[in-house]
């Protein structure tokens, strides 16, 4: 297997632009997570889907954040409009079954940057 | 709610030394344990869990944590470590609603 896929691995934008980051979750896992990694803040759960569904997103700091999970393979969580305080290391997890006992495994990350 | 402390921020180290990782808990439900490493540039990977069982648990990589409950801890240790073994370390949580909740990450450096 691949692993958890994400892209893309490196993003650089202008403040008030449209961020969009995706995630292939591995086949067969059906919860996927939504992290964020700061020096401030260290990693932060954002959002997290059981079976496509949004379980628990009180970690996603604000509105211009959202997160969507069309169908088992995909995610994407989209920042609009982008801030400089973005800035961060966006990971995806994915883990199997949905049941508490499994390990999360994570993508590589996607590193924003918002100038 | 849950929360979880690593109690050192950085831990320097030479090689073949041992090392031990801090991390306590708190939680007013049952929680699943893990230890996971992030090396440079790369997302994290699990080192080790406690689900249940046998309190002392062996991870990849040489690694092992003991559960210990009354002190709500779950420490990583190494009888020696390598230079290799310079990563990023983090606790983490899990509840039976599936929430996960990270330390803030120990780094550790393994110097020659």
């Known amino acids: 297997d691949a692993g958890v896929i994400q892209s893309p691995r490196h993003e650089v934008t202008e403040m008030g632009q449209e961020v969009t980051l995706r995630c292939k979750p591995i086949?067969?896992?059906?919860?996927l997570f939504w992290y964020r990694q700061t020096m401030m803040r260290g990693l932060e759960l954002l959002i997290y889907f059981n079976n496509n569904v949004p379980i628990d997103d009180s970690g996603m700091p604000e509105d211009r954040f959202s997160a969507k999970m069309p169908n088992a393979s995909f995610s994407t969580l989209k920042i609009q409009p982008s801030e400089p305080r973005d800035s961060a290391v966006y990971f995806c997890?994915?883990?199997?079954?949905?049941?508490?006992?499994?390990?999360?495994?994570f993508g590589p990350g996607t590193r924003l940057t918002v100038t | 709610a849950q929360s979880v402390t690593q109690l050192d921020s950085q831990v320097p180290v030479f090689e073949e030394a041992p090392v031990e990782l801090r991390c306590n808990y708190s939680?007013?439900?049952?929680?699943?344990l893990f230890w996971y490493v992030q090396y440079p540039n790369q997302g994290l990977q699990l080192l080790l869990k406690?689900?249940?069982?046998?309190?002392l648990v062996k991870g990849i990589n040489g690694f092992e944590a003991e559960f210990n409950k009354s002190q709500t801890s779950f420490h990583l240790r190494k009888p020696s470590v390598h230079i290799s073994d310079t990563a990023e370390y983090f606790c983490?949580?899990?509840?039976?609603?599936?929430?996960?909740?990270f330390g803030d990450g120990t780094t550790l450096t393994v110097k020659p």
């Open positions: 406690y689900l249940s069982g046998s309190t």
């Open positions: 997890a994915s883990s199997e079954q949905g049941s508490q006992l499994y390990e999360q495994y």
């Open positions: 086949s067969g896992h059906n919860s």
């Open positions: 939680s007013s439900v049952s929680v699943y």
């Open positions: 983490a949580v899990r509840t039976n609603a599936g929430k996960s909740t």
